[in-house]
């Protein structure tokens, strides 16, 4: 999520692509890896379905191959499927390459060719996902331990549809730049969804900052004055509870979007935009 929105990678210093995939060869565990695409990637690095060989799982640091694996702790430790984490890592990926693509004065025809494809796959399988599980029932949560659990499912359940639609914002954004008139709808069901997902919390404040990142994302395409005045209220208030910078951070640049995008009657404008060559990482909770 700090390399989403950060953009580090773009500037003076572009780490290089990896020479071969991750599944090429046991060499590649102990080479450097980044966010971009490897010279030898297929499609099948895209195939979220196949089932994860244990070595692969445990050396995909930055789940540069989608995939299922079964020794994942994803879920436990920050409340996400990796599956969902991996659709947001390949997203990042795919937009450096298109970002330097754009830079290089010397295009290869297959390069882009690729990248084409692996967009297409990409954009069904980031719309197309869904939870792997049913919303908990709404049994009311109490001091007891079930009723704890409880709540922590149903909090766990939204904040992945909130980070979702965060996810499908993200990616339109950065791999297709839209008018932001267009993601309106997907704006406010990130909101709709961290509502219910701080309402199921049961008054965690440090829970909350794992719903900073859809909320900036969103936050930053919103253009309905109500809308954005609930949003950064949300983020300055929760910032204010939770003591973390990374809140004000992402409150400054939010406003900072919007003010650029009524300067220049610009709907496509985003937060790299307004960061230019300063791209530290706003999200790093």
């Known amino acids: 999520m700090a390399e989403s929105t950060c953009g580090c990678a773009l500037l003076d210093i572009c780490p290089a692509r990896p020479s071969t995939r991750l599944v090429s060869n046991e060499a590649a565990f102990h080479s450097l890896r980044s966010f971009r695409v490897a010279d030898d990637s297929t499609i099948s690095d895209l195939n979220a379905s196949v089932e994860k060989a244990l070595d692969i799982g445990h050396n995909d640091i930055h789940l540069e191959v989608l995939g299922v694996w079964k020794d994942s702790l994803f879920q436990e430790m920050y409340g996400l499927p990796e599956s969902l984490v991996g659709l947001l890592s390949q997203t990042i990926r795919l937009a450096n390459e298109q970002e330097l693509l754009h830079r290089d004065t010397s295009l290869d025809l297959d390069i882009v060719m690729t990248l084409n494809e692996r967009t297409k796959i990409l954009e069904y399988q980031v719309l197309s996902w869904k939870r792997d599980m049913e ?21 766990g359940y939204y904040l992945s549809l909130a980070v979702h639609q965060g996810l499908i914002l993200f990616y339109y954004r950065r791999m297709h730049n839209i008018n932001a008139l267009i993601l309106q ?73 919007w003010k650029l995008r009524q300067e220049r009657m610009d709907y496509t404008i985003s937060w790299f935009n307004v960061m230019d060559h300063d791209r530290c990482p706003i999200i790093a909770v």
């Open 135 to 155: 919303v908990p029932g709404t049994q009311e949560a109490s001091s007891s331990t079930l009723g704890r659990e409880h709540a922590k499912a149903r909090a």
């Open 185 to 257: 709808d997907t704006v406010l069901k990130v909101l709709d969804f961290i509502k219910k997902s701080e309402e199921s919390a049961m008054a965690d404040e440090h829970y909350r900052a794992s719903l900073l990142w859809p909320a900036f994302i969103a936050a930053c395409e919103a253009l309905d004055p109500n809308l954005q005045r609930s949003l950064l209220d949300w983020i300055t208030s929760t910032g204010l509870r939770t003591s973390i910078s990374a809140f004000t951070a992402a409150a400054d640049i939010v406003q900072q979007v």
